[in-house]
């Protein structure tokens, strides 16, 4: 760890207004499960951290008017997961629930995983595929980004050097039937290999209206499987070969030619697997409970 | 005191040797209480820290004069000036025969990690501040990762300047066994079967890191090292020789060591660093090791390529084993040559196989240093034989348990001494074979296959002690004081890591000197006041330190019912101890308090026996009865053997090839058990080490040489979540009869079986023979992937990828390099 001036602003004006006078090698921090480790190894060297743990407002999960969830990015995972929410809102404390290990949901936030973005991580494909949007403050004002625009694909995220996230909106229940998380890993406690969220909206005859499936841990963000979902619009997922479809969404996000290490190949084949199980799962309509 | 304990207090109490006697240990971890070496905190204490290559291989230009003006910083070392002024050292302590360890690289460097340069500072950030101002200009030169690379005629020479017995080349030494007629055993041969295995690194992953303090007292000239380490007297006796300074004014003490399990048996560069930094600056010196160096330098499990042949006649009977083994020891080793002789010699067993010929290459590469690692070369070789065991068995359409049966040691044979020379004393091995069979329910699963399940075993027998063939001694010591308030203090040198010595040791003082257990304190390992014993590995704790307990023990005894008998005018012989007392037999309410005799022995020597040196203390070494190393590769290294049969059953995952162990079985032969306790838990832990090995765990290079999973988050060892229930352990005991108590070695025979039991068992569930560890759920996947698409009935993994690059069958398997005429 190398010497740097650390910052507890009380407020979130006080925040933005550190941030924007402290300089290019600035940090927030919140529950510090990526920062610190990268402090202690040197990887990072920053001349100002910036606490936003303190900061009224930017913890918790609160249902808008209009139902959809908004959650602070200083939430913790431990306590996104106790958070009891109906239909598929249950998906995001199940997924908050099921990752890393207890000390880390303990002090690790939702915000600080968005963040720093880890290709390996839950929330970022999650949230990619509900479609959640992400607000930045900055001195100079409120901007909200939706996930595709959040996201950087060549790794990271469009937050700007002023900016501070603020706030993560998870559309309303109706703006999906249904969702399913899946993913992979060694260990229990080890970030994914390979991850997979689907969000489907039924037309009233139970035909796809609205299909995404992002796909994390094959790229350096989540990608998005834009053409095998949209290929199955007006089609009953009941009435499809759904394997098949597994295999195309890999194809689609890690064509076979760029898949050369065994790690690849192996996340090509595992992909089949869980969007053949998000596929599954979103056609049953079974929900995290 | 209620009355009904009165008769069980005129017989004695009932013995602690065997009873689960919880660790005395336990509080002090339990409530972190206890302080391992980074807790300790010395007045004016300086910390140093380590710069390390980035490279693998190159020719290095230090630069260090930047450092020195960085604040704090109280001095700087690199190699070039220690040249001449250090001794390199290397081999075994007893010799120092190979000079390729040095305290820093000098002009190259041989692999990531190796150390550079040390600063010290008063804090560990300002050292690490300082250490960025240290240039190193690396010339780089071709890189060797794999140990057959470093074999070819035209690799470039890893270790420059050092004379080996075998002249240039990457082999730093070779392993040969020629016993029996391998050729007629091939000619007699119903069946042969071939198959090459290669094996993974591992670390020993201790929690507690590598690290030291070093305390130069410039006053007397005495050094003190405190060092998480196994061994305090080889330890010392290294750091004195590469100093050069008189064994009496070197000290090493043992903190308490968060386990070792083999990585902490030697003497490693930072203590030497830390000792010159220390003795330059008349101040205690702070050097602890982060984890990505203990990864790096910490010493790994050595991998191992195994061209394994085995010859079996039409009933399963195994007539023959040829082999030739290619061991990467990484860049240099303390200990790798010697994992091939013990390891291979004893993993042999429990198969007394007449006709063996065996070629073995300990070969140099620009990776991490091999070491001591738990199962010591035993479980590689376990994973070739056992799988070609299973292998063998189904060509010949026989069930590999009675394959096993047949060729096993067996408890009516005992004693006997095998053709390469083992002495197994007594052995249940056999019927551990029958036990494990019937509780994972062998026959029955066998017969009704499930999809994707399956069920496997292996069996091995570990040594109990070693004598290794270069380091010509396998001796442990004991001293004892009754103390003259009726305690006892047990002094030794063999380093307490998770092995309950205090427990063990005072469960046998109290049993034969009659003392409360509550009354022993063992005290920490420090040479300055321990009698010399080797230290703690080769699973020697209980059968060879307890032997030497339980002789001072009887040796103390003997004292205290001298006194006794003098003072009560009676026959020594009508003396009994017990509940704290010496007292005539069939009167243990009476009888003189060992408080009161100590007493005498110090302070009212007029009381004593005439002649009677005063004083109780008794010490006792006990060097066990095992051979040195033949020129046929032939001896009994080992004072006796335990034996496990292991099996599982296991569920591959067909969408994600995960392997789920749904049943897990281990039966063992520990001999007599002075604690369950205890043993169960070396059991528990050796499966880990051995899942680990099995499952998980290597040391993952790029082509540069660089580590590239050097951290807990990357590397797979197992963790606790995802380990099956280990409750299904049974002991058979077949006491040992060559120690006296009967003890046998708990603390490695849990690791050797397990990569052979998952082999076997993922074998059986979908017809997959892995030949490379670890088998992880990627291999397996593409491994069932690829079985699918090819049509193959039996598939090897990973001999049958399309990508593989190696051999794929015997006749294009390499030659051992040299045949060797060497007799030593």
């Not at chain 1, 999960?61 to 996104?80: Q, R």
């Not at chain 2, 009704?448 to 091995?460: D, L």
């Not at chain 2, 063939?469 to 010591?477: R, Y």
């Not at chain 2, 307990?549 to 009887?554: I, K, N, Q």
Request: charged share 20%; hydrophobic share 40%.
């Amino acid at each position: 760890m190398t010497p740097f001036s650390f910052h507890r602003p009380a407020t979130l004006d006080d925040a933005v207004g550190v941030l924007a006078t402290a300089g290019p090698d600035a940090k927030i921090i919140a529950g510090g499960q990526s920062l610190l480790l990268a402090l202690k190894e040197r990887n990072a060297r920053p001349n100002s951290v910036i606490s936003i743990a303190d900061v009224p407002g930017l913890s918790g999960v609160t249902e808008t008017e209009a139902g959809s969830l908004e959650i602070g990015p200083c939430t913790t995972y431990a306590k996104l997961a106790k958070i009891a929410l109906p239909g598929w809102h249950a998906e995001i404390p199940a997924v908050a629930g099921n990752l890393a290990d207890r000390s880390v949901r303990s002090m690790g936030t939702i915000g600080g995983g968005v963040c720093e973005a880890g290709v390996r991580f839950d929330m970022p494909t999650l949230l990619s595929g509900l479609e959640a949007s992400f607000k930045l403050t900055s001195a100079r004002g409120v901007r909200v980004l939706n996930a595709d625009a959040f996201f950087n694909a060549s790794g990271g995220t469009y937050i700007a050097r002023d900016e501070i996230l603020t706030d993560i909106t998870v559309p309303a229940l109706p703006h999906w039937s249904n969702v399913a998380f899946e993913k992979f890993r060694f260990r229990t406690f080890d970030a994914a290999i390979a991850t997979v969220a689907g969000a489907v909206l039924f037309a009233p005859d139970g035909t796809v209206e609205r299909l995404r499936i992002v796909v994390g841990g094959v790229a350096k963000a989540p990608v998005v499987a834009i053409g095998t979902a949209n290929s199955l619009k007006g089609r009953s997922l009941g009435a499809i070969f759904l394997p098949g479809v597994a295999m195309r969404v890999s194809n689609e996000v890690l064509p076979p030619e760029n898949a050369v290490t065994r790690g690849q190949k192996y996340q090509s084949e595992l992909v089949i697997s869980l969007a053949a199980r998000v596929l599954t799962r979103l056609s049953t309509g079974v929900h995290a409970s | 005191m209620d009355k009904k304990v009165e008769p069980a207090l005129s017989t004695g109490p009932a013995k602690l040797v065997g009873t689960s006697v919880p660790r005395t240990e336990d509080m002090a971890l339990l409530t972190g209480t206890a302080r391992y070496i980074d807790d300790l905190r010395f007045p004016g204490m300086l910390y140093a820290k380590i710069l390390r290559s980035s490279h693998a291989h190159a020719r290095i230009k230090v630069d260090t004069s930047e450092a020195y003006s960085m604040p704090g910083v109280h001095g700087v070392l690199a190699g070039r000036e220690l040249v001449g002024k250090v001794k390199p050292w290397g081999d075994l302590m007893q010799d120092l025969l190979v000079g390729d360890h040095f305290p820093f690289a000098v002009d190259k460097v041989l692999f990531e990690g190796q150390e550079i340069a040390a600063v010290v500072a008063d804090t560990k950030y300002q050292a690490l501040d300082a250490l960025e101002k240290v240039k190193v200009e690396y010339d780089d030169l071709p890189v060797m990762v794999d140990a057959e690379a470093a074999l070819a005629d035209d690799a470039p020479l890893i270790q420059e300047g050092i004379n080996y017995e075998f002249g240039e080349g990457n082999i730093f030494d070779r392993y040969r066994v020629r016993i029996g007629d391998i050729d007629a055993a091939e000619a007699e041969a119903d069946l042969v079967v071939r198959q090459r295995f290669s094996t993974n690194r591992q670390a020993g992953a201790a929690l507690d890191p590598h690290g030291c303090i070093a305390n130069f007292d410039s006053f007397t000239g005495v050094l003190t090292l405190y060092s998480s380490t196994q061994s305090i007297f080889m330890l010392r006796d290294s750091i004195a020789d590469v100093l050069q300074l008189p064994r009496n004014k070197v000290r090493v003490v043992a903190p308490e060591v968060g386990a070792g399990f083999g990585s902490k048996v030697q003497m490693f560069p930072h203590e030497v660093i830390a000792c010159i930094l220390s003795m330059r600056l008349g101040r205690p010196v702070h050097l602890v090791l982060s984890r990505a160096d203990i990864f790096r330098v910490g010493t790994a499990r050595n991998s191992q390529i195994r061209h394994v042949e085995m010859f079996f006649k039409k009933t399963g009977q195994i007539i023959g084993y040829r082999d030739y083994v290619i061991q990467n020891s990484g860049a240099l080793s303390f200990w790798g040559n010697q994992v091939v002789h013990i390891g291979t010699n004893v993993g042999l067993l429990p198969y007394p196989i007449p006709n063996l010929h065996i070629d073995g290459e300990i070969v140099h590469t620009n990776t991490a240093p091999g070491g001591a690692l738990r199962g010591f070369g035993i479980p590689q070789i376990i994973f070739a034989k056992e799988q070609i065991v299973d292998m063998a068995a189904e060509a010949l359409g026989l069930d590999p348990l009675d394959v096993r049966a047949l060729n096993t040691v067996k408890r009516n044979q005992c004693p006997i001494r095998t053709p390469i020379g083992q002495v197994v004393d007594t052995t249940s091995v056999d019927e551990c074979l029958q036990m494990v069979a019937a509780e994972i329910g062998w026959k029955e699963k066998r017969a009704n296959p499930k999809p994707y399940e399956g069920v496997g075993m292996a069996i091995s027998m570990k040594y109990t002690s070693c004598r290794h063939p270069s380091f010509d001694t396998d001796l442990s010591a004991i001293r004892l004081r009754l103390e003259t308030d009726g305690t006892v203090t047990i002094f030794s040198s063999d380093v307490t890591h998770g092995q309950g010595h205090a427990t063990f040791l005072g469960q046998i003082v109290s049993d034969v000197l009659g003392v409360g257990f509550e009354k022993i304190f063992l005290a920490p390992p420090d040479t300055a006041n321990a009698p010399f014993g080797l230290g703690t590995y080769a699973s020697r704790a209980a059968a060879v330190l307890g032997t030497a307990c339980r002789t001072a023990a009887e040796r103390l005894r003997e004292k205290i019912v001298a006194i006794a008998a003098h003072v009560l005018e009676a026959d020594p012989q009508d003396l009994e101890t017990g509940n704290d007392r010496v007292y005539v037999r069939g009167m243990g309410d009476s009888g003189l308090y060992l408080e009161n005799l100590a007493t005498f022995s110090v302070y009212r020597t007029h009381q004593l026996p005439p002649g009677f040196e005063p004083t109780l203390e008794a010490v006792a070494t006990y060097d066990t009865p095992t051979d040195r190393e033949g020129p046929d590769g032939s001896g009994n290294f080992s004072v006796t053997y335990a034996g496990s049969a292991h099996a599982a059953h296991v569920r591959i995952s067909p969408e994600t090839g995960q392997i789920e162990i749904l049943d897990y079985v281990m039966v063992h032969d520990t001999g007599t058990v002075i604690n369950p306790l205890i043993v169960e838990g070396q059991h528990q832990g050796g499966f880990l080490m051995g899942i680990g090995m099995a499952l998980g765990e290597d040391y993952v290079y790029d082509k540069m040489g660089h580590m590239v999973n050097a951290t807990f988050a990357e590397y797979q060892a197992p963790q606790a979540a995802d380990m099956p229930e280990l409750n299904r352990m049974f002991e058979i005991p077949a006491p040992s009869t060559a120690i006296p108590g009967g003890q046998k070695g708990a603390g490695e025979s849990g690791t050797g079986p397990v990569p052979a039991v998952m082999g076997n068992a993922i074998a059986n569930a979908i017809g997959i023979r892995f030949t490379e560890l670890p088998i992880t759920p990627d291999r397996i996947l593409l491994a069932l992937r690829e079985k699918e698409r090819s049509g193959k009935a039996d598939f090897r993994y990973p001999d049958d990828m399309p990508d593989y690059l190696g051999p794929r069958d015997a006749q294009s398997w390499p030659k051992p390099k040299g045949e060797l005429e060497l007799f030593f």
